[in-house]
């Protein structure tokens, strides 16, 4: 399976700023997705990265506020906007090497807004 | 609109027996069902993933059942392990293209 790398692994940041996370998966993959864990709750999509264009947002998520890039087949960033503590959760990269095979993860960005 | 529940939300049981977790989906209309397990503070990792056309899958003391037609999965584990104690989750297709939507997850404490 690939192997995904996500950085950073945690941060703390002050209310008001923005914070970009990177995905890099070690082989080409089809498809690139942001899920979004809130304290206690189970994941959430954010949006689809698409390579070459713009993500493909779910219902609740804007591109202003969540900003993605995937320039290529094998790396994706997602930035969070104006952050406040709302935003404070575990971001995470998953990847699709094949269509109809298993969706792989990448360890989760904590991210604590104070 | 696809749904997933699983229950129960939380079990504890003493090391050696085994166990179900169960999942449950409303549109029945799914080419395939993946089980996750997310340890404390960490990323998910994929046990198992069961196409539409499978009844069952096997990956060591974990096997993970479909019944498509009643919208229902169960992921059994034998011979329980400390070690096994984490977050189970199911996810089946939200609409076609590889998108995923998650239940809530079942959360599983081994008891030494």
């Known amino acids: 399976s690939a192997v995904i790398s996500q950085k950073p692994s945690r941060d703390i940041c002050q209310r008001g700023t923005s914070l970009t996370i990177q995905c890099q998966v070690d082989s080409q993959v089809t498809m690139m997705f942001w899920y979004r864990q809130q304290p206690g709750q189970s994941l959430t999509l954010i949006a689809t990265?698409?390579?070459?264009?713009?993500?493909?947002?779910e219902s609740g998520f804007v591109i202003d506020k969540f900003p993605i890039s995937r320039p290529n087949l094998t790396f994706s960033t997602l930035t969070v906007s104006n952050m406040s503590p709302e935003d404070s959760s575990i971001y995470l990269c998953s990847v699709v090497t094949e269509s109809n095979q298993p969706q792989h993860f990448g360890d989760g960005t904590r991210l604590s807004i104070l | 609109k696809q749904e997933v529940t699983q229950i129960p939300a939380a079990l504890s049981v003493p090391e050696g027996e085994n166990l179900v977790l169960n999942c449950s989906f409303t549109d029945s209309a799914i080419y395939n069902l993946q089980w996750f397990r997310q340890d404390p503070g960490k990323g998910l990792t994929s046990l198992l993933l069961i196409q539409s056309s499978q009844r069952e899958q096997t990956s060591g003391r974990l096997n993970a059942s479909l019944d498509k037609s009643s919208g229902r999965s169960t992921l059994y584990i034998a011979a329980s392990q400390p070690g096994d104690s984490a977050t189970y989750l199911c996810?089946?297709?939200?609409?076609?293209?590889?998108?995923?939507?998650f239940g809530k997850g079942t959360r599983l404490h081994i008891l030494p």
């Open positions: 996810a089946v297709p939200m609409d076609g293209d590889d998108k995923i939507i």
């Open positions: 990265a698409n390579q070459g264009s713009e993500a493909t947002y």
